[in-house]
């Protein structure tokens, strides 16, 4: 059974604080990797699609690495900001074309 | 704003019943997938859509079945209603059947099973 785990489960950051979490993800099969941020009561919103081992990603203060040779993503938050408040998830693309969730880091930013 | 709709926003059902999803994907997307979310739980794939054929399916048993429309959109069924079905379930389209390409999130419908 493929599994994608990603920690912390949660955590609180002061405004200001950087922070990151990992997403980990079977390093057999791998298509692709998405980050998404969740915003209560909204839509996933899609972060990065990454495809190539050794890849970085950034878009603004969020930025993310992938390593498919040990199966782990980091995603960074610069700096982070009460707006940045959001569940975080991570999908793992098959190559058949199965996507596999993790339960997400819930991140919120204190003012 | 995605683009990508589902009706309807609620909907409570009773166990043994079925039940249709809706989703209207973003203008020019032919790739729809669905996803289930229990609480507690990240998004469990259900299967995908590509040009109104089954694209791919994750462990969900026969009685959730899909079309996709020639216009995209796409609908979810499930037969049966069982209590443990009862989840926020979310469509998501993309323009290519590989998606590798961005995915777009609608809402979500979320259904309650009594």
């Known amino acids: ?111 | 704003e995605t683009g990508v709709t589902q009706s309807p926003t609620h909907l409570i059902k009773t166990r043994g019943q079925q039940v249709t999803l809706r989703c209207s994907s973003q203008s020019g997307h032919n790739t729809v997938s669905w996803y289930q979310q229990a609480l507690g739980q990240g998004p469990q794939f259900i299967f995908q859509y590509y040009r109104e054929e089954e694209n791919g399916r994750g462990n969900f048993p026969p009685r959730f079945s899909g079309l996709q429309f020639p216009n995209y959109s796409s609908e979810l069924n499930v037969n049966a209603l069982e209590l443990d079905d009862s989840a926020l379930y979310l469509c998501a389209s993309s323009s290519l059947a590989t998606s590798t390409d961005t995915q777009y999130f609608g809402p979500g419908t979320r259904l309650t099973v009594l």
């Open chain 1, 1 to 111: 059974i493929l599994n994608v785990e990603q920690s912390p489960q949660s955590l609180h950051v002061q405004e200001g604080d950087s922070t990151n979490f990992t997403c980990s993800f079977p390093s057999s099969n791998f298509y692709a990797l998405h980050w998404y941020r969740w915003e209560t009561a909204k839509s996933p919103e899609a972060l990065f699609v990454m495809t190539l081992n050794g890849d970085e990603k950034k878009k603004g203060r969020i930025s993310a690495t992938l390593n498919t040779k040990e199966g782990y993503s980091y995603l960074y938050i610069k700096g982070s900001q009460p707006e940045d408040s959001a569940t975080y998830l991570c999908a793992f693309l098959t190559g058949t074309y199965k996507y596999i969730f993790g339960t997400g880091t819930r991140l919120k930013v204190l003012a």
